[in-house]
């Protein structure tokens, strides 16, 4: 008979199939006004990936610079130190005397020119506290020293890369050969030194180890800005000689990250303090090259689900962001330092779509294939059996062929016996039916009765005043009792017994019966 072969079991899954289809149909509904789609979920895990890669290269070179800063600060103090041990000299004998901070800018160009060639930055300084300007009246207030710079981008390798004086004597950078940068200015102006002044007012036991990284920058006489290191450079007994560090350019930054092509749009590293909700992007550095950030000061943070929301009258993105410390617990800013990652909406909206057309559409190719699947069905088990009982159900009975299915075949096989030519149906048919009709209940043999008089469902429930539950607990007992499995197998019996003239020995049978 096969796996299906019976009626229930077709039937079943006739029914499963439509169940299936029928949930297809309101999947499809739902992700139509967006309930399933998974763009949110799937673009933060995409935001993280690439966040977490981001934090830890920028950590990794923040770090790197640092240790290197601090380092490189104490070997120009102990370069200092022998200088002012040797002549008898002071820093603070040192303004307006050319001579002397030109002898010191020699002693500390070759271990600049060197750290700039091993450090991962655009440029590197020197900042003596000292000045050859105190006897010039109306001029801003500078400061004495040497600062070094790439004359263009630093990404993989400083090899073969010319380096220019943005500020310095120009007679060191004639005597090592260097070009003079186009911004170029004998001193650093102090207006464009974050926390200097601060510095000096930090007691000098405080100072040893401590560091500092500025907020963006712009760096005088150039088109360029910056974020800088600045590391006290002090003297083994603590006196304050000025400031070293590196520079990291925005520039710099954009080409050390670059914009991310990924399956849900470009993501875009951002490195700026946060303060107030508002992601400070004209403080900060951001990745790639593009106008995606063009004439946008600040992003307002808002949350989304899995998603933080960046805006501003510009522009609108998605992302994800976390916090990195840069600067040491001495000069700590109100201000948050965060590194972001973010995707423009309008790639984020269009990635949302794609997921939700994607889905509709599968869902619309498994209800063709479930719809598919009800026709075959339909025409392989429901169409047969119907047929089958319309053959059973006709005069000839006899002459239907095998239906595989196995209730339908026995009941055929049987009928066929009973009409051989010769072969009278025999009493014991009937009699074991009959006793089976005796272990019903007088409320299952009215149903019987009912059912027999061709009444529909909703006129039994009327006539009995009982519920549908009531009824159909009537109905599975009563197909238990009897042997057989649905109504129209029922119906069968009935006209067997019709058609041996023994309709009035079975309607006393449900009227007399004993448990009637």
């Known amino acids: 008979m096969g796996m299906f072969g019976t009626i229930q079991r077709r039937v079943m899954l006739y029914?499963?199939?439509?169940?299936?289809?029928?949930?297809?149909?309101?999947?499809?509904?739902?992700?139509?006004?967006?309930?399933?789609?998974?763009?949110?979920?799937?673009?933060?895990?995409?935001?993280?990936?690439?966040?977490?890669?981001?934090?830890?290269?920028?950590?990794?070179?923040?770090?790197?610079?640092?240790?290197?800063?601090?380092?490189?600060?104490?070997?120009?103090?102990?370069?200092?130190?022998?200088?002012?041990?040797?002549?008898?000299?002071?820093?603070?004998?040192?303004?307006?005397?050319?001579?002397?901070?030109?002898?010191?800018?020699?002693?500390?160009?070759?271990?600049?020119?060197?750290?700039?060639?091993?450090?991962?930055?655009?440029g590197v300084y020197f900042i003596l506290d000292?000045?050859?300007?105190?006897?010039?009246?109306?001029?801003?207030?500078?400061?004495?020293?040497?600062?070094?710079?790439?004359?263009s981008v630093k990404v993989n390798s400083a090899e073969n890369m010319n380096v220019t004086m943005y500020r310095g004597n120009p007679g060191i950078a004639r005597r090592n050969g260097i070009e003079l940068h186009n911004g170029w200015k004998l001193e650093l102006y102090m207006e464009g030194i974050p926390y200097y002044d601060e510095i000096l007012e930090v007691q000098p036991e405080y100072l040893f180890g401590s560091y500092y990284?500025?907020?963006?920058?712009?760096?005088?006489?150039?088109?360029?800005?910056?974020?800088?290191?600045?590391?006290?450079?002090?003297?083994?007994d603590g006196t304050f000689y000025g400031v070293c560090g590196f520079e990291i350019s925005e520039l710099l930054f954009r080409f050390s990250y670059p914009v991310v092509d990924t399956e849900f749009g470009p993501m875009i590293t951002v490195l700026a303090p946060k303060a107030g909700g508002e992601l400070l992007l004209s403080h900060g550095l951001t990745g790639?090259?593009?106008?995606?950030?063009?004439?946008?000061?600040?992003?307002?943070?808002?949350?989304?689900?899995?998603?933080?929301?960046?805006?501003?009258?510009?522009?609108?993105?998605?992302?994800?962001?976390?916090?990195?410390?840069?600067?040491?617990?001495?000069?700590?800013?109100?201000?948050?330092?965060?590194?972001?990652?973010?995707?423009?909406?309008?790639?984020?909206?269009?990635?949302?779509?794609?997921?939700?057309?994607?889905?509709?559409?599968?869902?619309?190719?498994?209800?063709?294939?479930?719809?598919?699947?009800?026709?075959?069905?339909?025409?392989?088990?429901?169409?047969p059996i119907i047929s089958a009982?319309?053959?059973?159900?006709?005069?000839?009975?006899?002459?239907?062929?095998?239906?595989?299915?196995?209730?339908?075949?026995?009941?055929?096989?049987?009928?066929?016996?009973?009409?051989?030519?010769?072969n009278p149906m025999p009493e014991d048919f009937f009699l074991d039916f009959f006793d089976r009709v005796k272990t019903l209940t007088k409320a299952e043999k009215e149903v019987v009765k009912l059912i027999i008089s061709g009444r529909k469902n909703k006129e039994i429930q009327a006539l009995m005043c009982i519920t549908v539950n009531t009824l159909k607990s009537h109905s599975r007992h009563i197909y238990k009792k009897l042997g057989i499995s649905s109504k129209d197998e029922l119906m069968l019996y009935i006209e067997l017994i019709n058609?041996?003239?023994?309709?009035?020995?079975?309607?006393?049978?449900?009227?007399?019966?004993?448990?009637?």
């Not at 499963?16 to 799937?42: D, P, Q």
């Not at 920058?217 to 003297?235: F, I, Q, Y």
């Not at 501003?312 to 998605?318: L, Q």
Request: glycine share 6%; with cysteine.
């Open 15 to 122: 029914f499963i199939t439509l169940t299936l289809a029928s949930v297809a149909v309101l999947c499809m509904l739902l992700a139509g006004i967006g309930v399933f789609s998974s763009a949110n979920k799937e673009v933060a895990k995409g935001l993280d990936i690439q966040l977490r890669n981001s934090i830890t290269s920028i950590e990794q070179r923040y770090e790197a610079l640092t240790a290197q800063g601090l380092t490189f600060s104490r070997q120009l103090g102990r370069i200092l130190d022998t200088y002012f041990q040797s002549t008898g000299a002071a820093i603070d004998t040192l303004d307006n005397n050319e001579a002397a901070l030109l002898e010191i800018q020699g002693l500390v160009y070759e271990p600049l020119y060197t750290i700039l060639q091993m450090a991962d930055c655009n």
């Open 130 to 151: 000292a000045t050859v300007n105190t006897s010039v009246e109306n001029v801003p207030k500078t400061r004495s020293g040497l600062y070094l710079r790439f004359a």
């Open 213 to 236: 990284w500025t907020e963006k920058v712009d760096l005088p006489g150039s088109w360029e800005s910056a974020v800088m290191l600045g590391v006290p450079v002090l003297g083994q």
């Open 288 to 383: 790639g090259v593009g106008n995606y950030f063009s004439g946008t000061e600040s992003l307002a943070v808002s949350e989304d689900k899995r998603l933080l929301v960046y805006t501003s009258d510009g522009a609108e993105f998605v992302g994800k962001e976390s916090i990195v410390k840069l600067s040491s617990q001495t000069f700590q800013t109100n201000s948050e330092w965060m590194v972001a990652t973010l995707l423009p909406k309008e790639n984020y909206r269009a990635y949302d779509k794609r997921t939700q057309i994607f889905f509709i559409i599968s869902l619309i190719a498994l209800l063709i294939a479930l719809l598919i699947v009800s026709r075959v069905l339909s025409k392989r088990y429901a169409r």
């Open 389 to 422: 009982i319309e053959t059973i159900q006709s005069e000839y009975p006899e002459n239907a062929a095998a239906t595989n299915i196995m209730e339908l075949d026995m009941l055929i096989e049987r009928i066929k016996q009973l009409r051989k030519p010769g």
């Open 499 to 516: 058609k041996s003239g023994k309709e009035k020995i079975f309607i006393d049978f449900l009227q007399k019966s004993p448990l009637g």
